[in-house]
Protein backbone atom coordinates (compact mmCIF):
# COMPACT_ATOMS: atom_id res chain seq x y z
CA UNK A 1 0.00 0.00 0.00
CA UNK A 2 1.60 3.75 -0.91
CA UNK A 3 2.41 6.12 1.44
CA UNK A 4 0.34 9.02 1.71
CA UNK A 5 3.45 11.74 1.74
CA UNK A 6 3.54 14.75 3.25
CA UNK A 7 2.95 17.09 -0.14
CA UNK A 8 -0.17 14.65 -0.73
CA UNK A 9 -1.38 15.21 2.75
CA UNK A 10 -2.00 19.09 2.70
CA UNK A 11 -4.99 18.82 0.28
CA UNK A 12 -7.02 16.38 2.81
CA UNK A 13 -5.87 18.58 5.29
CA UNK A 14 -7.36 21.78 3.63
CA UNK A 15 -10.58 19.66 2.69
CA UNK A 16 -11.42 18.37 6.42
CA UNK A 17 -10.96 22.50 7.25
CA UNK A 18 -13.05 23.33 4.98
CA UNK A 19 -15.86 21.22 5.86
CA UNK A 20 -15.52 22.49 9.40
CA UNK A 21 -15.58 26.18 8.41
CA UNK A 22 -18.54 25.18 6.50
CA UNK A 23 -20.31 23.25 8.91
CA UNK A 24 -19.38 26.75 11.69
CA UNK A 25 -20.96 29.06 9.06
CA UNK A 26 -24.05 26.93 8.56
CA UNK A 27 -25.45 27.09 12.29
CA UNK A 28 -23.91 30.53 12.70
CA UNK A 29 -26.02 31.34 9.31
CA UNK A 30 -29.27 29.52 10.82
CA UNK A 31 -28.95 31.20 14.36
CA UNK A 32 -28.99 34.54 12.30
CA UNK A 33 -32.53 33.86 10.19
CA UNK A 34 -34.14 33.02 13.60
CA UNK A 35 -37.22 35.52 13.75
CA UNK A 36 -36.98 37.70 16.88
CA UNK A 37 -38.81 40.39 18.44
CA UNK A 38 -38.75 42.39 21.77
CA UNK A 39 -41.06 40.57 24.56
CA UNK A 40 -43.30 41.71 27.10
CA UNK A 41 -40.17 42.08 29.58
CA UNK A 42 -37.96 44.12 27.58
CA UNK A 43 -35.90 41.09 26.62
CA UNK A 44 -35.67 39.71 22.86
CA UNK A 45 -37.76 36.81 21.99
CA UNK A 46 -36.50 33.97 20.15
CA UNK A 47 -39.04 31.64 17.47
CA UNK A 48 -37.75 28.83 17.52
CA UNK A 49 -38.96 25.25 19.45
CA UNK A 50 -39.58 24.70 23.61
CA UNK A 51 -36.67 22.47 25.03
CA UNK A 52 -39.75 20.94 26.58
CA UNK A 53 -43.19 22.19 27.43
CA UNK A 54 -43.90 23.88 30.66
CA UNK A 55 -46.77 22.07 31.51
CA UNK A 56 -44.30 19.12 32.86
CA UNK A 57 -44.32 21.76 36.30
CA UNK A 58 -44.22 20.02 39.30
CA UNK A 59 -48.17 20.46 40.81
CA UNK A 60 -47.47 22.64 43.61
CA UNK A 61 -46.15 20.26 46.43
CA UNK A 62 -42.50 21.39 47.83
CA UNK A 63 -39.75 20.60 45.69
CA UNK A 64 -35.74 21.06 46.70
CA UNK A 65 -37.06 22.95 49.48
CA UNK A 66 -38.68 25.67 47.16
CA UNK A 67 -42.63 25.76 48.17
CA UNK A 68 -45.75 27.15 45.64
CA UNK A 69 -47.45 30.02 46.31
CA UNK A 70 -50.56 31.41 45.66
CA UNK A 71 -50.94 35.36 44.55
CA UNK A 72 -52.24 36.13 48.41
CA UNK A 73 -49.72 33.89 49.98
CA UNK A 74 -46.74 35.38 47.45
CA UNK A 75 -43.89 36.95 49.95
CA UNK A 76 -40.97 38.27 47.34
CA UNK A 77 -37.73 40.18 49.59
CA UNK A 78 -35.17 38.65 46.86
CA UNK A 79 -35.96 38.80 43.21
CA UNK A 80 -33.07 38.75 40.36
CA UNK A 81 -33.05 37.62 36.85
CA UNK A 82 -31.15 35.11 35.11
CA UNK A 83 -30.78 34.55 31.20
CA UNK A 84 -30.60 30.75 30.20
CA UNK A 85 -29.58 30.48 26.43
CA UNK A 86 -29.92 26.77 25.03
CA UNK A 87 -28.18 24.93 21.71
CA UNK A 88 -28.97 21.53 20.79
CA UNK A 89 -26.81 19.68 18.33
CA UNK A 90 -25.71 23.43 17.41
CA UNK A 91 -29.38 25.26 16.60
CA UNK A 92 -30.86 27.12 19.28
CA UNK A 93 -34.27 26.08 21.06
CA UNK A 94 -35.74 28.15 24.38
CA UNK A 95 -37.02 27.56 27.92
CA UNK A 96 -40.95 28.09 27.50
CA UNK A 97 -43.27 30.41 29.46
CA UNK A 98 -44.96 29.21 31.96
CA UNK A 99 -42.08 27.00 34.10
CA UNK A 100 -42.85 27.22 38.03
CA UNK A 101 -46.00 28.44 37.14
CA UNK A 102 -49.20 25.66 37.66
CA UNK A 103 -52.28 26.29 35.59
CA UNK A 104 -54.57 27.88 35.18
CA UNK A 105 -52.36 30.52 34.29
CA UNK A 106 -53.35 33.49 34.93
CA UNK A 107 -52.40 35.27 30.75
CA UNK A 108 -52.11 39.13 30.64
CA UNK A 109 -52.52 39.82 26.90
CA UNK A 110 -49.33 42.55 26.45
CA UNK A 111 -48.87 44.34 23.25
CA UNK A 112 -45.63 42.75 22.75
CA UNK A 113 -47.15 39.23 23.54
CA UNK A 114 -48.57 37.34 26.49
CA UNK A 115 -47.22 37.23 29.76
CA UNK A 116 -47.79 34.31 31.89
CA UNK A 117 -48.41 34.94 35.68
CA UNK A 118 -49.83 33.74 39.00
CA UNK A 119 -53.81 33.97 39.48
CA UNK A 120 -56.22 33.18 42.11
CA UNK A 121 -56.03 29.55 41.13
CA UNK A 122 -52.73 28.56 41.05
CA UNK A 123 -49.62 28.81 42.36
CA UNK A 124 -45.52 30.24 41.44
CA UNK A 125 -42.47 28.44 42.70
CA UNK A 126 -39.80 30.78 43.77
CA UNK A 127 -37.80 29.74 40.35
CA UNK A 128 -39.85 29.97 37.11
CA UNK A 129 -40.46 31.70 34.04
CA UNK A 130 -43.30 34.51 32.30
CA UNK A 131 -42.24 34.68 28.91
CA UNK A 132 -40.26 32.29 26.65
CA UNK A 133 -36.77 35.17 26.21
CA UNK A 134 -34.93 32.84 28.28
CA UNK A 135 -35.21 35.08 31.81
CA UNK A 136 -35.20 32.84 34.75
CA UNK A 137 -37.44 34.73 37.81
CA UNK A 138 -35.78 33.88 41.37
CA UNK A 139 -38.59 35.60 43.80
CA UNK A 140 -37.99 34.11 47.40
CA UNK A 141 -38.85 35.16 50.89
CA UNK A 142 -34.78 35.46 51.52
CA UNK A 143 -31.68 35.88 49.87
CA UNK A 144 -30.26 32.71 49.41
CA UNK A 145 -28.34 30.39 46.89
CA UNK A 146 -30.41 28.52 43.77
CA UNK A 147 -29.26 26.02 41.18
CA UNK A 148 -30.05 25.32 37.80
CA UNK A 149 -30.23 22.05 38.67
CA UNK A 150 -33.26 23.26 41.32
CA UNK A 151 -34.87 24.90 38.29
CA UNK A 152 -35.04 21.87 36.30
CA UNK A 153 -36.59 19.68 39.16
CA UNK A 154 -39.21 22.26 39.45
CA UNK A 155 -39.50 21.94 35.28
CA UNK A 156 -40.05 18.17 35.92
CA UNK A 157 -37.05 17.54 33.69
CA UNK A 158 -33.76 16.10 33.54
CA UNK A 159 -30.38 17.91 33.55
CA UNK A 160 -26.70 15.96 34.02
CA UNK A 161 -23.90 15.72 31.98
CA UNK A 162 -25.49 14.11 29.50
CA UNK A 163 -28.79 14.93 28.76
CA UNK A 164 -31.18 18.71 29.33
CA UNK A 165 -34.70 18.08 29.23
CA UNK A 166 -35.35 15.57 25.95
CA UNK A 167 -31.89 16.27 24.83
CA UNK A 168 -29.27 13.88 24.99
CA UNK A 169 -25.23 14.61 24.25
CA UNK A 170 -22.70 15.63 26.29
CA UNK A 171 -23.70 18.55 28.20
CA UNK A 172 -21.68 21.79 28.60
CA UNK A 173 -22.20 24.94 30.48
CA UNK A 174 -21.27 28.35 30.19
CA UNK A 175 -21.52 31.04 32.61
CA UNK A 176 -20.87 34.79 32.01
CA UNK A 177 -18.51 33.90 29.32
CA UNK A 178 -16.50 30.78 31.53
CA UNK A 179 -16.76 27.50 30.68
CA UNK A 180 -17.81 25.46 33.68
CA UNK A 181 -16.64 22.01 34.82
CA UNK A 182 -18.58 19.70 37.47
CA UNK A 183 -22.24 19.05 37.73
CA UNK A 184 -24.45 21.18 35.21
CA UNK A 185 -26.94 21.06 38.26
CA UNK A 186 -24.71 22.82 40.31
CA UNK A 187 -24.82 25.99 38.71
CA UNK A 188 -25.73 28.59 40.69
CA UNK A 189 -28.02 31.21 39.19
CA UNK A 190 -26.01 34.62 40.34
CA UNK A 191 -28.03 37.64 39.83
CA UNK A 192 -28.09 39.05 36.23
CA UNK A 193 -26.07 36.00 35.14
CA UNK A 194 -26.26 34.72 31.93
CA UNK A 195 -26.17 30.58 31.65
CA UNK A 196 -25.41 29.52 28.03
CA UNK A 197 -26.13 25.21 27.66
CA UNK A 198 -25.05 23.37 24.82
CA UNK A 199 -25.97 19.77 24.26
CA UNK A 200 -24.41 17.66 21.61
CA UNK A 201 -22.41 18.59 18.66
CA UNK A 202 -21.30 21.11 17.49
CA UNK A 203 -20.35 23.13 21.03
CA UNK A 204 -21.24 26.56 20.32
CA UNK A 205 -19.31 29.26 21.31
CA UNK A 206 -20.03 31.36 24.12
CA UNK A 207 -23.16 34.26 22.67
CA UNK A 208 -22.78 37.49 24.83
CA UNK A 209 -26.44 38.62 26.10
CA UNK A 210 -27.22 41.57 27.43
CA UNK A 211 -30.40 42.21 29.29
CA UNK A 212 -32.70 44.48 31.32
CA UNK A 213 -36.37 43.26 32.48
CA UNK A 214 -38.34 46.05 32.26
CA UNK A 215 -41.68 46.20 33.86
CA UNK A 216 -43.30 45.64 36.83
CA UNK A 217 -40.97 42.94 39.49
CA UNK A 218 -43.70 41.17 39.96
CA UNK A 219 -46.94 40.38 42.97
CA UNK A 220 -45.64 40.53 46.26
CA UNK A 221 -42.40 41.54 45.64
CA UNK A 222 -40.55 44.94 47.32
CA UNK A 223 -38.22 45.48 43.22
CA UNK A 224 -36.02 43.36 41.93
CA UNK A 225 -32.61 43.06 43.54
CA UNK A 226 -30.61 43.48 40.57
CA UNK A 227 -31.23 43.20 37.13
Given at each position: ?????????????????????????????????????????????????????????????????????????????YHVHVEVEIFVNGARERLPAGIGITKPYLVEHMKAGPFLDVG???????????????????????KGSFTLGQFFDVWRQPLSASRAGPARGHVVIFQNG?????????????????????????VVAFHPFTFKVTGGCGAGSNGCSAG
Open positions: MPRTTARAAVPLALTGLMLVAGALTAVASAASSVRTNIGPEGVVVYHVPDLAPASTTATGAPIDGLTCRRLDKEVVHVYDCLYWLHTHVPDGIVHVEAPARRLTGDPRATELLPHSVIQIDVGRP
